[in-house]
């Protein structure tokens, strides 16, 4: 069974810092996506990752596959309050029809 | 344009009832889909469909029955609800299956079910 382990599960910090989540897996994936999901809302995809080693940016997001397509993280840096809400990875392999989903990771940003 | 559209937004009904939630898509997309998103925040696949063909069907009660009745829809009805039910449904839709970058999955705003 393919399992993703997110950390940290929650996540409370000042704006203005910087962070990271993390995305782990026994597992080799094809595709590693990275979503945010509001209070009340669906998830948002945020990035796709698919070679190993990648590296992709979105304005103050940083995100990276490991170099063994196993893991993810997510970097933001100068947090902002905006940036609040519900980060979840989903892992895609050639082998499966469907997205495995981290645990999440909530994060407050507090202006 | 709303991409993917569920109906309704909330959902509060009695123990044993049947009821039905409503999914559409107009992003032309081939592949539709049924997550349950526990309290935890655990999104876990339920169905999904392609081409109005059922292709995931993960260990779910037999009290959940998924309809397509065309690429555009897909509609998740269940019987004799129970309190283990309440969650957030989320529907989304895909071009693809494949699972990997090109067949990137669009979600829907959620129906939240509580079940009392």
């Known amino acids: 069974t393919q399992l993703l382990e997110q950390s940290p599960q929650f996540l409370s910090i000042q704006e203005g810092e910087n962070l990271t989540v993390y995305c782990n897996s026994s597992?080799?994936?094809?595709?590693l996506q990275w979503y945010r999901q509001e209070p009340g809302e669906g998830p948002v995809l945020l990035v796709t990752?698919?070679?190993?080693?990648e590296v992709k940016k979105l304005k103050r997001l940083t995100f990276q596959f490991g170099d063994a397509r196993k893991d993810s993280s997510l970097h933001i840096t100068a947090a902002q309050p905006g940036d609040t809400g519900l980060y979840l990875c989903a892992g895609g392999a050639d082998s499966s029809y469907k997205l495995i989903f981290g645990s999440g990771t909530r994060l407050l940003v507090r202006p | 344009d709303t991409a993917v559209s569920q109906t309704p937004k909330y959902l509060v009904t009695q123990m044993g009832n049947d009821k039905s939630i409503k999914c559409e898509q107009n992003?032309?997309?081939?592949?539709m889909y049924w997550y349950k998103q526990d309290s935890k925040k655990f999104l876990k696949i339920m169905f999904s469909?392609?081409?109005?063909?059922?292709?995931i069907n993960e260990t779910v009660p037999n009290r959940f029955s998924p309809k397509s009745p065309d690429k555009a829809h897909l509609n998740l009805h269940i019987n004799s609800l129970e309190l283990g039910d309440s969650a957030v449904y989320f529907c989304a839709s895909s071009q693809g299956f494949s699972g990997r970058a090109e067949d990137t999955q669009y979600f829907g705003p959620g129906t939240r079910l509580t079940v009392l």
């Open positions: 469909y392609n081409n109005k063909e059922l292709i």
């Open positions: 992003l032309g997309h081939d592949t």
């Open positions: 597992s080799v994936f094809s595709s």
């Open positions: 990752v698919v070679t190993g080693g």
